[in-house]
């Protein structure tokens, strides 16, 4: 291509994008662009999905019927998030296998808060509260991302992470409610789940290089501190609501701005699971790979059927 066409097909893409115009599947982009789309919305897809295996963890154990059939309604919601998001992929010009086997492989990466058990009970309160409550201020900004297929997926997404943050609220307000054993469970809960519900927004903006060009694309509105400042200055409030103590004893509101303060978050544990090293890293690849393997028959049957029925329709 010539060197003027590029430049202005690369102006006419940035000129949408100051405008508020959406950029949809057809359009020209930029390379860069499309990468950079194809690797944010594919490590969300998989984070839909590995999500759901702590959480299933409990859909066996729940307290009675109730709790089991709201939390097999918010893990199939979750894999419905994936499903949506696999097929934005899709329409960068990604392979959704491929993507699939680079998490598989280990070279794709997936949310971290992932890679952390799930214990009791009460953890799912806390999930529900802390984890679907953050990702739903990284993902509101997103309904208004320069790339439509993701924003119009990011629509429906965020009403269903609202009714999760709410289900899990209510199991901590239920518990922190309850008898002391329970308290204690969900004081635990909160206690494990609050630093790496902080870490979720990402490394501090200093230290966050791609965050710029991002937010030039206006795929990004926010910056990583930000938003996990709206989330202190949401949760805090609500935590005190139903009298459990945010672990952070650095921890404290500031009339002049407004905000919390809040203590050094541990950023050696952030990139050791980032890189692999959390307590349940190994296993949720695993759970996944023999996901695959284990469900390989069943695609194998759907596709065999499909081929009789083309055969007997041709016949
Ligand atoms: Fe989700
Ligand atoms: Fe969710």
């Not at 944010?40 to 009675?64: K, Y």
């Not at 054993?181 to 519900?197: G, H, I, M």
């Not at 200093?206 to 990583?224: A, E, G, L, V, Y």
């Amino acid at each position: 291509m010539k060197e003027s066409n590029l430049e202005a097909l690369q102006a006419a893409f940035q000129a949408k994008i100051d405008k508020d115009i959406r950029i949809e599947p057809k359009d020209w982009m930029p390379e860069e662009y499309r990468k950079t789309l194809i690797r944010q919305i594919s490590q969300h897809a998989h984070s839909e999905i590995v999500g759901m295996l702590p959480e299933g963890n409990w859909i066996t154990r729940a307290p009675n019927l109730r709790r089991k059939a709201v939390l097999l309604a918010k893990v199939q919601d979750e894999a419905g998030h994936g499903l949506y998001l696999y097929s934005a992929v899709e329409t960068l010009g990604a392979d959704r296998e491929a993507t699939i086997d680079d998490l598989h492989s280990g070279k794709a990466k997936y949310s971290s808060i992932f890679n952390y058990p799930t214990l009791s009970w009460a953890d799912m309160g806390a999930i529900g509260w802390l984890v679907d409550g953050a990702a739903i201020m990284n993902q509101v900004p997103l309904c208004r991302c320069s790339y439509g297929p993701y924003a119009r997926a990011m629509v429906r997404v965020c009403k269903e992470e609202s009714f999760h943050q709410r289900q899990g609220f209510e199991i901590m307000t239920t518990l922190a409610n309850g008898t002391p054993v329970q308290k204690a469970l969900a004081q635990d809960a909160l206690n494990r789940f609050w630093w790496p519900a902080l870490m979720m927004f990402g490394p501090n903006d200093s230290d966050s290089p791609h965050s710029q060009q991002s937010m030039d694309w206006k795929i990004k509105r926010f910056s990583n501190d930000e938003l996990r400042q709206t989330f202190v200055d949401v949760t805090v409030p609500q935590a005190e609501m139903i009298g459990l103590t945010i672990p952070d004893p650095d921890l404290k509101f500031n009339e002049e701005t407004g905000h919390y303060e809040f203590g050094a978050i541990n950023w050696d544990e952030f990139w050791e699971v980032v890189k692999g090293n959390g307590p349940c890293n190994a296993d949720r690849v695993a759970a996944r790979r023999n996901a695959k393997e284990n469900g390989m028959w069943v695609r194998e049957a759907a596709l065999a059927h499909e081929e009789k029925r083309k055969a007997k329709q041709a016949s």
